[in-house]
C-alpha cells in the first residue's frame, strides 16, 4: 500500500511560478514510476509528467519545455516534484500525484492550481 500526499498548490498570474511536491509512504521500496496527471473542469483526467526510478522522464506536449519533474528517491524518502514555469491560464486544474507499483496505480487527493490571466 502506498499513500501520497500533494501540496504545493495555489493561485498565480500567468506567466508565474510554482512547485508541486508529492510525498510517498508505506511501501516505497515498490514504487516504480511516479508522476503528475491533471483534469481542468469539464475534461478528461491527461498525463502531465511521469518519471521513473531510473530518472527517464516524459512530458506531455503542451508543458515540454516549462515543467521539469524529478523525483527524491534518498533512503526512507520517495518524493516526486512538478517544477512549473510559465504557467497560463490552461494550465488551471486539480493536478493529482500519482505512483504505480507493478499494475496497480495509487492516486494522491490532488492540488488545485490556479492561473488568472
Known amino acids: 500500500q502506498v499513500h501520497l500526499v500533494e501540496s504545493g498548490g495555489g493561485l498565480v498570474q500567468a506567466g508565474g511560478s510554482l512547485t508541486l511536491s508529492c510525498a510517498a509512504s508505506?511501501?516505497?521500496?515498490?514504487?516504480?514510476?511516479m508522476g503528475w496527471y491533471r483534469q481542468a473542469p469539464g475534461k478528461q483526467r491527461e498525463l502531465v509528467a511521469v518519471?521513473?526510478?531510473?530518472?527517464?522522464?516524459?512530458?506531455a506536449d503542451s508543458v515540454k519545455g516549462r515543467f521539469t519533474c524529478s523525483r527524491d528517491n534518498a533512503k526512507n524518502k520517495n518524493t516526486v516534484y512538478l517544477q512549473m514555469n510559465s504557467l497560463n491560464p490552461e494550465d488551471t486544474a486539480v493536478y493529482y500525484c500519482?505512483?504505480?507499483?507493478?499494475?496497480?496505480?495509487?492516486w494522491g487527493q490532488g492540488t488545485q492550481v490556479t492561473v488568472s490571466s
Open positions: 500519482t505512483a504505480q507499483v507493478l499494475l496497480k496505480a495509487y
Open positions: 508505506g511501501s516505497i521500496f515498490s514504487i516504480n514510476a
Open positions: 518519471v521513473t526510478s531510473g530518472g527517464s522522464t516524459n512530458y
